[in-house]
């Protein structure tokens, strides 16, 4: 049975409530040392109800937000993509507009009532200690730097057609990109990924249709990787590398919830990145098993 690697000395500030130092947060956020965490909290492989696509199952209580113990290293890079890279990672079409304001309101609610935020003249100091301006004139970019789940809208076409995708704050994109696929259908974002049949575009599209304000719903995924860079764009067409020594998983818990005042869903991806060897060996083993993947001895 693989060993869980040791705990980290930021995943066990985060948990006491601390930060990082400046310079330990840069190297996270230049990619010099791995972002990880240590655990997944749900193997949606292992259980039928969230192995079958689209695994759709109702949120746990108020479970749609979730902040994790790698917090401060997460964000510092949401920092510096946010910063750097505003229109590989941000897009919002004008008719998003409300939505985008309402999910900010309902977002800063929430953080009201956790006690890792606090409000100063202006702004919201995080858990990990950095002070975010609010800005309600860019609700989704402030968003992206207040909360670790990439957040995406997603609106009825024309018609009251399939859905497209009206706006986002995509800072760790797992082999798409935003540029490609801001303002089109389920359908021609999910074009590229073979399971994503006509079938199945109906039976998310009806999922959609069918979601209630206050009755969230998530659904997850994992795959294994060689590498654990959050932020991958891949261009549309260009497929991921098969991985060859499969020593990360990533996984994303989605949150797909409808917004009581303007009718928009979002999409909410929390990203994870662990070590295959930090996975129950049965869990490990079965993954493997489902890619394709040969495990180590």
């Not at 066990?12 to 990619?31: E, F, M, N, T, V």
């Not at 109800?49 to 209580?61: D, H, N």
């Not at 609010?134 to 859905?163: I, Y």
Request: glycine share 8%.
């Amino acid at each position: 049975r693989a060993k869980a690697p040791r705990r980290t000395e930021f995943s066990a500030k985060i948990r006491c409530g601390g930060g990082l130092s400046r310079g330990r947060a840069a190297r996270y956020a230049r990619g010099m040392t791995p972002i990880l965490q240590d655990r997944l909290p749900e193997l949606i492989w292992m259980a039928p109800a969230s192995a079958r696509l689209p695994g759709i199952q109702p949120v746990a209580g108020d479970d749609w937000l979730r902040r994790d113990e790698a917090f401060a290293p997460q964000m510092a890079l949401r920092d510096r993509l946010i910063a750097e890279r505003p229109g590989a990672v941000h897009a919002l079409l004008p008719q998003a507009r409300a939505a985008a304001a309402e999910l900010y309101d309902m977002i800063l609610t929430r953080l009201a009532a956790d006690p890792g935020y606090a409000p100063v003249p202006g702004g919201l100091r995080r858990p990990d200690g950095v002070v975010v301006p609010l800005d309600a004139a860019a609700p989704l970019r402030t968003l992206g730097r207040l909360v670790q789940p990439d957040l995406c809208l997603l609106q009825p076409g024309p018609a009251g057609g399939e859905a497209l995708l009206t706006g986002a704050i995509l800072c760790f994109p797992a082999s798409w990109r935003l540029d490609q696929k801001i303002g089109r259908p389920m359908t021609a974002i999910h074009g590229p990924v073979p399971e994503y049949d006509p079938d199945l575009a109906a039976r998310v599209q009806r999922m959609l249709d069918a979601i209630r304000p206050g009755r969230p719903l998530w659904r997850g995924n994992a795959l294994i990787y060689d590498d654990p860079e959050l932020h991958q764009p891949r261009a549309e067409g260009v497929p991921r590398p098969r991985p060859v020594r499969g020593d990360y998983v990533r996984s994303e818990y989605q949150v797909l919830m409808r917004l009581p005042r303007t009718g928009a869903v979002a999409f909410l991806i929390h990203t994870r990145v662990v070590r295959l060897a930090a996975l129950p060996a049965e869990a490990a083993a079965a993954l493997c098993a489902r890619d394709g993947f040969a495990l180590a001895p």
